[in-house]
């Protein structure tokens, strides 16, 4: 599934108990479950949202890059990639929503516990 986030820059990323990334189309997605974060050079880094500290200095550097591609795959993973080349991918949890988005118009999009997704929209 297409997330439509192509083009969209991002222009704010947040830390508290997820990883919050914030869209210039109005779009907020938290990450609340395991991610993986691949920076351009090799480095692949697997992080908690809730202690980011590892990845914090690539996360923050997020801030002004543009999304290339946001997609979601068969079993509700979570594939973002960026112009300057990082990519963030975010696996389901069997217990707990791994990640979630929110748009204009109310839509909403969460990969439930398992990796199901729910799809919300007012059109």
Known sequence: MNLNL???AVIRVCFDAALTILT???CELRVEGEAVLHVPGG???AFDPCTPDIVAPYLVRLARDVISQAEVGNSGELGLEFE???KLTVQPDDDYEAWGLVGPRRRRVICT???EIAVWSEE
Request: proline residues 7%.
């Open 6 to 8: 192509r083009g969209e």
């Open 113 to 115: 516990p398992g990796g």
């Open 43 to 45: 480095d692949r880094v």
């Open 84 to 86: 300057s080349g990082v």
């Open 24 to 26: 210039s189309g109005d």
